[in-house]
C-alpha cells in the first residue's frame, strides 16, 4: 500500500496494547475526527481486560494514567478510567485543566452527571478558549434538564468557535 498512512490498512487501525505513546496517538486520530491522511478509521478496542496491572506505564508518570483513562473511555470502558485519572490526579496535583475533562467524560459515561459537570465546570475555569468542556457541558446539563445551563454553554461555545473564525455551532435534536 504505497502512499498510506503506516498504520491504516483496509481502513482500519487495531491496537494491540495501550502504551503510552499507543494511547496519545488513539486520541489524536480521535480528535482528527476519525480520519488519517483522508482515509476513515475504525479504532478497535483492544480485547477486554478488566486489569490495567500489566501495562508498562511508569508508575510516577501522571500523563500517562491521564491518557490511559481517555483512552479507556474511548474504548468503552468508563468503569476502568476511573481509577487511573484520579491517580493521575494524585500524582500531579498541580495537572493541566484537560485531566478535569477526562475525569468529567468518565463520569458522564457512568451517568454521573452532576460529578461530571463538576469536572467539566474545573476545566471550562482552568482553559477558558478550549472548547471541549463546552461541549461536554451542553450535553451534560441536558442530560440534568439544566436547559439554561445548556444554553449559556452552547452561546460561550459559539463565542469561542467565532473568535477562532470557526462556523456557529448548533445542536440537532
Given at each position: 500500500?504505497?502512499?498510506?498512512h503506516?498504520?491504516?490498512r ?5 491496537t ?5 505513546g ?20 475504525v479504532?478497535e478496542?483492544?480485547?477486554p481486560?478488566d ?19 481517555a483512552?479507556?473511555?474511548?474504548a ?7 481509577e487511573?485519572?484520579?491517580?493521575a490526579?494524585?500524582?500531579?496535583p498541580y495537572?493541566p ?6 475525569y468529567?467524560i468518565?463520569?458522564f459515561?457512568?451517568?454521573?452527571y ?16 478550549n472548547?471541549?468542556p463546552?461541549?461536554y457541558?451542553i ?23 467565532s ?10 435534536e
Amino acid at each position: 500500500m504505497s502512499g498510506a498512512h503506516p498504520g491504516v490498512r483496509n481502513h482500519s487501525l487495531v491496537t494491540s496494547r495501550f502504551i503510552s505513546g499507543d494511547i496519545y496517538s488513539q486520541i489524536l486520530l480521535i480528535q482528527q475526527d476519525h480520519f488519517v491522511a483522508g482515509m476513515p478509521v475504525v479504532l478497535e478496542a483492544p480485547p477486554p481486560s478488566d486489569d490495567t496491572a500489566d501495562l508498562p506505564l511508569d508508575e510516577n508518570d501522571a500523563d500517562n494514567f491521564a491518557l490511559l483513562a481517555a483512552a479507556l473511555v474511548w474504548a468503552g470502558k468508563p468503569d476502568a478510567a476511573i481509577e487511573p485519572i484520579e491517580r493521575a490526579m494524585r500524582l500531579n496535583p498541580y495537572h493541566p485543566p484537560v485531566y478535569f475533562c477526562y475525569y468529567g467524560i468518565a463520569l458522564f459515561s457512568r451517568e454521573r452527571y452532576d460529578e461530571a459537570a463538576r469536572q467539566f465546570e474545573r476545566c471550562k475555569a482552568g482553559n477558558p478558549a478550549n472548547q471541549w468542556p463546552y461541549i461536554y457541558l451542553i450535553s451534560t446539563y441536558s442530560y440534568l434538564n439544566q436547559d439554561a445551563r445548556a444554553e449559556a454553554a452552547r452561546r460561550q461555545l459559539g463565542e469561542i468557535l467565532s473568535r477562532q473564525g470557526r462556523g456557529p455551532f448548533t445542536v440537532k435534536e
